[in-house]
């Protein structure tokens, strides 16, 4: 009996308690973006749109909303224990350590309702990363399995969990082109049959984003009717190009109607105190101000005024409207990025340094520093650690969480600024790969890089099965 206590899973306790917690006390959260992701919208991604639709047919309109938060908290709590379980599997620490873990990977759902404006409860609100962040937990188990394990099955999981990821919000597309960084790890590691393997590895890689664009697409005409990708991404970067841009940068547009509607939007940014010049002096105060003012160029600047144009020439369906939106944006954006590129890329550096900041703290004079510190805190961590063992298993997950974080931040940069819960996916891997650092350095159990069970098995039967040997050294 007091062995069997021992086993219990107290750790698990952590998440399960937690979310039923949510679910029991919280409720539905309605945010900005939530009608869009319920009416099937054709800017959202459509796995989370898809994901309700689900729901909302089996369960009618009055109760699907609880039975999806329901869901949503189990699978929050699931993906918690199965990344917390594969760590502890692969780095062999105690209880203690996975209750550690647990309460780190738990962060996100704790620091966004306290810290952001709207309260945003993740795993209780109507929004993509009530699936995302889950379902990234799972991705990264599963990553990293195929890179201790080397097993096909964990590749072909992770794979499907990133193009998942990848429709459930635009910028996770990052964990795609992430699997082939660490699938090509593996197999330059392993040195076999390396242009063969290397070559499946791309091919895969391009199957999961034509998958993607067929998936997209096939979603859009059955419930929008249209044979298209989702809209208004070149709106979204149209914002940006349009922060950076002077009045007399209209003239290198050759199309009419696109110099009309950027003269339009030019001239509405101006009048607000909306552009480049308007910004106070300062790396960060630049950021700052871009971000104060991204989503009104986006939606007041550019969205509404070229709305009301198209209805005045015709346009009845919102959705060719967009699509003419999108072709005059990205005609726009074109004729202009040579002509700015130097300040958009001054202000792309930016917001990406608030995201690096957002990805492990809070914005803020100190912690700024803070974070700085704790990136080469980080890095040279990770150097002791690969010094102190080539194999190590945490200087692999260290590299993973790192890469993601700078991925996530780099790709959402260009579109949008770095807001919290963007950025949130890499917080608890930062800390959590930090423990395994420290925890191998000093001296915690590491399993070789590649252990797999079955050849440990066999190993193991033959030694049984050998002779024992004198050992005759003497020190």
Known sequence: ????WKKFPFPWLLPV??????????????????????????????????????FRSLFGETKYLDIVRFLQNGLAAFSVIWLAESLKKRFGFGQWMETLVCLILLAPHIITPVFSASGLVLSNGVISEALGLPLFYLFTAQCMKMVYTRQRGAALSSLLLSLFLSLVRGQMMFTILL??????????????????????????????????????????????GYFINNTFGSVGLLANILYAADEEDAERIADQDARVMFELSYRLAKEQGATYQDAPEGFFNRAAHLEKWH???????IEEPWRQLHDREGFIDYIPENVESDRIAATIVKSLLPAVLGRWLYDYLALACYGLIRSIAVVHPLLNWYALTAYLAYIVLAALAWRKNH?????????????????????????????????????????????????????????????????????????????????????
């Not at 082939?180 to 063969?196: S, Y």
């Not at 590895?201 to 059955?222: H, I, P």
């Not at 989503?295 to 600047?301: G, H, Q």
């Not at 797999?452 to 190993?459: E, G, R, T, V």
């Open 1 to 4: 009996m007091i062995r069997k």
């Open 17 to 54: 308690l937690f979310f039923a917690a949510l679910w029991l006390l919280g409720t539905t959260g309605i945010y900005n973006d939530s009608n869009q992701y319920i009416a099937m919208h054709i800017h959202r991604e459509p796995l989370y749109s898809f994901f309700l639709w689900i």
């Open 179 to 224: 699997w082939l960084v660490f699938a090509g790890a593996v197999v330059i590691v392993e040195k076999k049959k390396l242009a063969k393997r290397l070559l499946i590895c791309v091919v895969c890689t391009a199957l999961a984003f034509g998958t993607r664009t067929l998936l997209v697409k096939s979603y859009n005409l059955v419930f929008n």
């Open 295 to 301: 989503d009104a160029i986006k939606f007041e600047m």
């Open 391 to 475: 194999n190590s298993n945490a200087v692999w997950l260290a590299a993973f969480s790192l890469l993601a974080v700078l991925a996530n931040v780099f790709a959402t940069s260009m579109i949008i600024m770095c807001l919290s819960r963007y950025v949130i996916y890499g917080l608890p891997l930062f800390y959590v790969s930090g423990l395994m650092l420290l925890y191998e350095l000093a001296g915690g159990k590491r399993r070789s890089l590649c252990s797999f069970p079955q050849a440990d098995f066999h190993a193991s039967m033959k030694s049984a099965h050998r002779k024992p040997q004198v050992n005759l050294n003497i020190d």
